[in-house]
């Protein structure tokens, strides 16, 4: 049988086809999206767009969109792409030709993520649909400032955000270090405030 565990940098093996919370480290999280890249790397700067640097914007979107929503929410929407870290992020034509297989293991990984940060394994479709705005909202963005889209075909593949929504929002391109450390600070940041 094939080996279906990965090897963290911190020391622990997560199993991919049965992963469990006890296994699951924010440092590894964090690393881990530091150096995946969104678009599959097709974007302007001197580094790739990281899945770790977008969750930082899903979640300060997510907290402008819905300024009243509970910390644990907000924190769903930092690790909204959590299972990344080790399944890598791919473009949704790719998950379509994968097919289901690559959402069941998405769903494990998630739900594994979630309990260990004492999130609901599954969160209410309400929020999941929020947290999705936010995304499209951030896709934009990316579409837009990095990835030569015109604001056009941005708009019409993501819809065109109200301007107040992203005033003052910027993309910078980062060093992963630094991504990974903001990430890890902002993770932590939210659990401190669930307890």
């Known amino acids: ?10 020391g622990r093996r997560l199993d991919l086809l049965d992963p469990t919370p006890v296994d699951i480290e924010i440092e ?8 995946v890249a969104r678009w599959n790397g097709q974007t302007h700067g001197d580094y790739p767009y990281s899945v770790a640097e977008h969750s930082l914007l899903v979640e300060a979107l997510f907290s402008r969109m819905y300024p009243k929503a509970p910390i644990k929410w907000r924190l769903a929407a930092l690790l909204h792409d959590a299972p990344e870290y080790v399944i890598g992020d791919m473009i ?9 297989g690559y959402e069941a293991l998405d769903e494990r990984l998630m739900a594994a993520i979630h309990i260990r940060f004492g999130l609901p394994a599954a969160i209410p479709k309400t929020v999941k649909a929020q947290i999705k705005r936010a995304d499209k909202v951030s896709a934009y963005m990316e579409a837009v400032q990095i990835a030569g889209f015109s604001e056009s075909e941005a708009s019409k593949f993501f819809g065109k955000p109200k301007p ?5 929002l910027e993309i910078s391109l980062r060093a992963p270090v630094k991504v990974r450390a903001d990430f890890t600070k902002r993770h932590n940041a939210l659990l401190g405030h669930l307890s």
Not at 92 to 100: D, Q
């Open 1 to 10: 049988m094939a080996r279906a565990w990965q090897r963290m940098l911190s």
């Open 164 to 168: 107040e929504l992203i005033d003052g």
């Open 28 to 35: 590894d999280i964090a690393h881990g999206l530091a150096f």
């Open 92 to 100: 949704s034509p790719v998950k379509a030709a994968v097919g289901p």
